[in-house]
């Protein structure tokens, strides 16, 4: 069946990076665009980014454009979201999915997603 795994999340400052990982499974990862989305607390999950197939597309939420990079290695199932500048309205679970940005019609079941902190 169709997973996730997401990696990566913790506490860091304002300012901060971090880089996260998903390990996708369970269908033909290169054949599909894959999504970033982030779920702060009493808030609805929202796209943060997506990357196309074969990695020529990618396009990004207002919040975190020009702080945020999508990318993805086919040959190990696994997408990346690298966050530089993070702010404290960063904090959320973060989650990767099947399908392209802002898309629901490709999304398979939700992974346990993980837990980013931006706090001093």
């Known amino acids: 069946q169709v997973q996730f795994v997401e990696s990566g999340g913790g506490l860091v400052q304002p300012g901060g990076s971090l880089r996260l990982s998903c390990a996708a499974s369970g269908f033909t990862f290169s054949s599909y665009a894959m999504s970033w989305y982030r779920q702060a607390p009493g808030k609805e999950r929202e796209s943060v980014a997506g990357?196309?197939?074969?990695?020529?597309?990618?396009k990004y939420a207002d919040s975190v454009k020009g702080r945020f990079t999508i990318s993805r290695d086919n040959a190990k199932n696994t997408v990346y979201l690298q966050m530089n500048s993070l702010k404290p309205e960063d904090t959320a679970v973060y989650y990767c999915?099947?399908?392209?940005?802002?898309?629901?019609?490709?999304?398979?079941?939700w992974g346990q997603g993980t837990q980013v902190t931006v706090s001093s």
């Open positions: 990357i196309g197939s074969q990695r020529v597309t990618t």
């Open positions: 999915n099947r399908g392209p940005y802002g898309s629901t019609s490709l999304l398979g079941s």
